[in-house]
């Protein structure tokens, strides 16, 4: 049960919440799209922070109209291997290990990456929502609401942390009784949505 100072349940977010990653993804999706031909724009490339990139390509017009998603995605997943992984954001690891609270990742990324990304801390989740769980990805409430459902807890006695505003909306949208943005990828000007902005996941164990 929640109490007045500590959350039903702590919903965690992957990419660049947890893990430093926001780089690493940007330069998978230039890699791929020069070797597809096709021009990347700033705004294009940061509509893909928070959310699976087949549900992007297939809202926004431009040359891919009529691909096959999954070919794509399986090619934006090759340009992964060859890169460094990313490391943990600072205070990840400490925020996992001592929370206390039933815990959930709920990513957009996929399984494999979670276990890359998180090696052993992913065993002290207690639920990991990834974007083969749902339907509908983030920004719609799905795989919050998902991950509340699957923890039997109430939806406003939880606290929930993303770095992105398609996160923040989905989190928001699950009805999540607090959400908490930290500036890892996206200024605080970006993040109004949120209830707390924060600048580390620091700041979020002091919560706990």
């Known amino acids: 049960m929640s109490t007045p100072d500590r959350p039903a ?24 799209f020069a070797a597809r031909g096709w021009p990347l724009g700033d705004d294009l490339l940061a509509s893909f922070t928070g959310r699976r990139a087949d549900d992007v390509l297939a809202s926004e017009p431009g040359p891919w109209a009529g691909e096959d998603l999954a070919v794509m ?27 206390g609270v039933p815990l959930a990742l709920v990513t957009s990324a996929t399984l494999d990456w979670a276990r890359t990304c998180l090696g052993d801390l992913l065993e002290r989740f207690d639920l990991v929502v990834t974007r083969d769980e749902v339907a509908n990805g983030k920004p719609h409430p799905e795989p919050y609401a998902l991950a509340i ?7 406003p006695d939880c606290l ?21 943005a930290v500036t890892s990828t996206f200024p605080a000007g970006r993040l109004a949505g949120a209830h707390l902005v924060v600048d580390t996941l620091h700041e979020v164990s002091a919560l706990l």
């Open 73 to 99: 995605t399986a090619e934006l997943l090759g340009h992964m291997v060859s890169l460094p992984r990313p490391a943990l954001t600072v205070g990840a690891a400490e925020l996992i290990a001592t929370t």
């Open 149 to 155: 459902r699957e923890l039997g807890v109430a939806a």
């Open 9 to 32: 349940a702590l919903l965690l977010d992957l990419d660049g919440t947890l893990v430093d990653s926001e780089e690493f993804h940007r330069q998978v999706f230039r890699d791929w």
């Open 160 to 180: 929930a942390v993303e770095d992105a505003p398609a996160g923040v909306a989905s989190a928001l949208a699950a009805d999540v009784g607090t959400v908490v």
